[in-house]
């Protein structure tokens, strides 16, 4: 071979290698770029809902409690740190993955009602009802009824203090999974055996909420205006839950159902505040025989960008229902 065609052998393998370098980056990219929008629940309108654009701060944060809680699961997988993994994994949107890691964790300990908790929560943000109902009955049988145990909160509410217990969010989301069934009468069931444990004035409106709403599905009139005599319009702390007291106060004729519509947008949980907010107004229209109205408003809640929320998911509910 001469000295011409070894040069141009040269410089054809220095354009190819160069070529295959940029092809990688491009797929690299293209990669990247597909796994940030990578659809990461799907409605049960069928819409497909991918990890939300947030803030650089909030995103590090959520990066940094990720990485956090992996280093200490690689170190040492006992059941918390599994838990609190999957648990990272879900605040990130990864809630597949999430599930997956409560899944390996039952593996190792199978009789961790934490982990069949944790995991039915996230069954019921990828619309998985019948999933998460068996999770949070299996809970509820291997769960000692007594003493409390306060559960750690993963996104700490205004005054980062702790509110809610195993036992309180257990029967709590086992009547929610009833709820969104509309197995109402075990819903009712389960946010009874939830009020006997709601033991401060956020778990009880919470609970008020959804046992109200169960009683009136089931037509139980009385009832649900005897659970309203648990919430006094004054003297109740409320820490977190102030959207169901709200809720609340709305069912009680102490405010206007359109005024819980009027969200503040610029308020850091505006999301979240219209899917439970609008959730309540649009089922008490439903229970007034105001179906059009109520649909308008579960459509605005659906509209919403806060996915993951109950109220969010209900409204999908009863959307599916109205058609």
């Not at 106060?249 to 439970?276: C, F, I, N, R």
Request: glycine letters at 6%.
């Amino acid at each position: 071979m001469n000295l011409l065609n070894t040069t141009l052998l040269s410089a054809l393998r220095a354009s190819l290698l160069l070529a295959v370098l940029i092809l990688a980056g491009c797929t690299s990219e293209k990669t990247s770029e597909a796994v940030a929008t990578e659809p990461t629940v799907r409605g049960l309108d069928g819409r497909l809902f991918s990890i939300p654009q947030l803030s650089e701060k909030s995103q590090a944060r959520l990066d940094s409690n990720l990485q956090v809680a992996r280093a200490n699961f690689e170190s040492n997988p006992t059941e918390e740190n599994y838990i609190w993994l999957g648990r990272r994994q879900a605040y990130a949107y990864h809630y597949a993955e999430a599930i997956k890691t409560f899944t390996e964790g039952l593996t190792h300990f199978p009789d961790s009602y934490k982990l069949y908790r944790h995991r039915g929560h996230r069954y019921l943000t990828t619309r998985d009802f019948a999933k998460a109902t068996a999770d949070f009955e299996k809970a509820a049988a291997l769960m000692p009824q007594q003493p409390l145990e306060i559960e750690p909160d993963g996104i700490p509410n205004k005054l980062n203090i702790p509110l809610s217990t195993t036992q309180f969010n257990v029967w709590y989301h086992l009547g929610l999974a009833h709820y969104l069934q509309g197995n109402f009468e075990s819903a009712a069931k389960a946010y009874e055996q939830c009020m006997l444990v709601s033991d401060n004035d956020d778990l009880i409106c919470a609970t008020a909420d959804w046992l109200y709403m169960s009683y009136q599905k089931l037509g139980k009139k009385a009832d649900a205006q005897q659970v309203l005599e648990l919430i006094s319009p004054e003297g109740m702390e409320i820490i977190e839950n102030e959207s169901y007291y709200l809720r609340l106060q709305m069912y009680k004729g102490l405010l206007p159902a359109e005024e819980l519509l009027s969200v503040d947008a610029e308020s850091a949980d505006a999301d979240l505040a219209l899917a439970t907010q609008g959730y309540g107004v649009g089922n008490w229209y439903l229970i007034q025989g105001d179906t059009t109205r109520a649909k308008e408003i579960f459509q605005q809640v659906v509209a919403g960008k806060n996915f993951s929320a109950f109220g969010f998911i209900a409204s999908e509910v009863e959307l599916d229902r109205l058609k």
